[in-house]
């Protein structure tokens, strides 16, 4: 039996052949003339001049041969409804709904923003767009106003999807005021909406620009829109995340190399079969509901379980009594749902049937030991740990203890694996750039080019950012950087050490400090602020807000204090949504900063966690860290 080390040199060493044959996974229609194209680093083009189409792979071909097997499942705990989609009924829901995008002259290559909750036309738009070549570029339903505006800005789409309203702990959020606003915030204004109307918020269409979806389908049900065959390289969306500036990035996607990854890691990574049922608790604003509540598992021929609610409601057994209900046998959640489900009764965990469940899947944010160790005892599962980015669409780190031949690997509390097939993961000195090969040497995770397929082509729109922002941040040395310290144990577990850079990472959702920043001066009571991630017991992170007012008299209270607080938490709730909403905002007057100027967000973070703050030769005012430190003692838990 091979080791799995072999195996992954091999994917590297014979790259092409490695992948000519993970490309035979998926249907094309003219098969691919090159495997990889490098002859432009650092971008790399995969399978070029073969066609394909990512909706043909995930419904039609399973439609054409298992037309009644289930394809989507999607249970709504807020609304307390479910649909059911066999393959067949699936495409013929896309097919329509492609109808109605082609009918508004949308085609290949125009972009579709999808804002919407978790529903089924959700997915029906993301699967259109595949199918027509539209790239899509699927939004949050928790970002609000303005972070909705900035991507409706760079994306400039001739379309939105949307729908009155989301539902959160059965509370209505309506989506369309958010959106008309975001719309009028946005210079570039799209020339139709699509309306979801769930019957859950009434609104007033915009005469000439909303379309009614219900009224729309009643018109063009059984009308038949055939696959657009794309070449691989051919964009099929876009996903905007946080970087280090106030601008998000729209992480650019291509075709064929997607299908291609997503397929081989259903297999190698998740161990999903076709006929099995997938259950992933993301959302569809994330890269992890792309890859594997839609694309993956139904490239795979898997149902997928589409689920829109909370973990704990109605109660703390309810993703488990879907796991009974549908015989999920791959589920994939985050570590902080875990630690919500941590906090009920694990008696929950014993009320159903779970002998189908093969294998939890846990990312987006650091697994802490006691975690994976209760859940992995509570449900008698193995659980497995996978680290990835927005960036790379497919896991980078984890075990692969699926590929036939190849010894299993066991799993290490702590660690997300080893790199997975296809990455070239060098650990390198943040100073220098020299490789670390030895034993608990921390450095920056980098990835040698080309990057395996299914990761990012490029930054929407901007080619130069793409390079400057990963592949020039070591001592000028071309490697994709992912921002993230690592550090190996003898045996070649990575451990993830946190971001090298102003992310912050709040119950698995990725945040830029400086959009909150951005966001919090907004408000004009504000002069200057700085926001650092906290380390916290449940979400892993908060964001807390350090903030100097241009008159101190409207925090001389601690009521004052309370009520200006309570002022700023809702202008980030406004402009960017609940999601990014800072735990505290203090009021200080200074921040801590160098004798040039430097914010010391470090510094900051280190006393607001209790640690030291290492060398502050270079502060300005020392009396700043102590201001924050007195504010913190009775704020953050220890
Ligand atoms: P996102 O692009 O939102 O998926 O966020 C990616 C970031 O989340 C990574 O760069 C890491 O900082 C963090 N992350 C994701 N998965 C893991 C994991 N399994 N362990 C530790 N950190 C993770």
Redesign the pocket.
């Known amino acids: 039996m091979q080791t799995y080390a072999d195996f992954h040199r091999r994917s590297l060493v014979e790259r092409d052949a490695f992948w000519a044959e993970q490309a035979q996974r998926i249907d094309w229609q003219t098969p691919p003339q090159q495997i990889c194209d490098t002859s432009r680093p650092p971008f790399a083009r995969w399978f070029v001049g073969g066609t394909t189409n990512l909706c043909h792979n995930a419904v039609d071909r399973h439609a054409a041969q298992r037309p009644t097997d289930r394809a989507l499942i999607w249970v709504s705990t807020e609304t307390n409804q479910e649909r059911i989609y066999s393959f067949a009924e699936l495409q013929a829901e896309v097919e329509c709904m492609a109808a109605i995008l082609r009918e508004q002259g949308v085609g290949k290559g125009d972009r579709v923003l999808v804002y919407m909750p978790m529903i089924p036309e959700a997915a029906f738009a993301m699967l259109a767009c595949a199918r027509i070549g539209a790239i899509h570029s699927v939004v949050f339903g928790g970002f609000a106003s303005g972070s909705l505006a900035t991507r409706i800005e760079d994306a400039t789409p001739a379309l939105i999807v949307s729908a009155d309203a989301g539902s959160r702990g059965g509370k209505v959020v309506p989506y369309k005021p958010l959106l008309d606003e975001a719309i009028q915030l946005s210079s570039h204004k799209p020339a139709k909406v699509l309306m979801v109307n769930r019957g859950l918020a009434a609104f007033e269409p915009v005469a000439g620009r909303d379309l009614d979806y219900a009224a729309a389908r009643a018109v063009l049900q059984g009308t038949r829109v055939p696959c657009e065959w794309l070449e691989s390289n051919s964009p099929s969306y876009t996903l905007y995340?946080s970087g280090t500036t106030g601008k998000p990035k729209g992480v650019q996607r291509d075709t064929g190399g997607y299908a291609v990854a997503l397929a081989a890691s259903m297999d190698y990574v998740y161990g999903g079969k076709a006929g099995e049922t997938y259950f992933s608790t993301s959302d569809i604003g994330?890269?992890v509901g792309h890859s594997y509540i839609i694309y993956g598992p139904l490239i795979a021929g898997m149902a997928t379980v589409m689920y829109e609610g909370l973990p704990i409601q109605p109660d703390a057994g309810v993703w488990w009594s879907l796991v009974e209900r549908f015989k999920v046998t791959v589920m994939f959640s985050a570590p902080t749902a875990v630690r919500v489900l941590k906090k009920h009764d694990p008696a929950y965990l014993k009320k159903y049937d779970l002998s189908s469940l093969r294998a939890l899947f846990?990312?987006?944010?650091?697994?802490d030991e006691p975690t994976a160790r209760w859940i992995s005892e509570s449900l008698g599962v193995p659980i497995v740990?996978?680290?990835?980015?927005?960036?790379t669409g497919w896991p980078l780190l984890s075990v692969a203890n699926h590929i036939p031949g190849v010894a299993p690997m066991p799993t290490r509390f702590g660690s997300?694996g080893v790199p997975m097939f296809g990455y070239d993961v060098r650990l390198l000195d943040e100073n220098t750039g020299l490789e670390l090969t030895g034993a608990d040497q921390k450095g920056v995770l980098t990835i040698r080019y080309p990057l395996p397929p299914g990761c990012l082509q490029t930054v929407w729109g901007d080619d130069e950012r793409f390079v400057r922002t990963y592949w020039t941040g070591i001592s000028g040395q071309q490697v994709y950087s992912?921002?993230?310290w690592g550090v190996r144990d003898a045996d070649g577990y990575t451990f993830?050490l946190?971001?090298t850079d102003d992310?912050i990472?709040v119950a698995g959702?990725?945040l830029g400090t400086r959009e909150i920043e951005e966001s919090i001066s907004s408000h004009p009571a504000v002069a200057e602020v700085a926001v650092v991630g906290v380390a916290d017991q449940l979400k892993g992170q908060v964001a807390l807000a350090f903030a100097v007012l241009r008159d101190a008299s409207r925090a001389a209270t601690p009521e004052l204090a309370k009520a200006l607080e309570a002022e700023v938490m809702k202008v980030v709730d406004g402009q960017l949504g609940a999601v990014a909403r800072p735990a505290r905002v203090l009021f200080v007057s200074v921040l801590p900063k160098t004798r040039s100027g430097k914010l010391l967000r470090r510094a900051l973070q280190a006393v607001a966690e209790g640690r030291d703050p290492g060398d502050l030769t270079t502060i300005d005012d020392p009396s700043a860290l102590a201001q924050a430190k007195a504010l913190l003692a009775p704020a953050v838990p220890a």
């Open positions: 995340t994330w890269v846990l990312a987006g944010e650091p697994l740990d996978n680290y990835w980015q927005t960036e997300p992912t921002f993230d993830i946190g971001r992310v990472n959702h990725r």
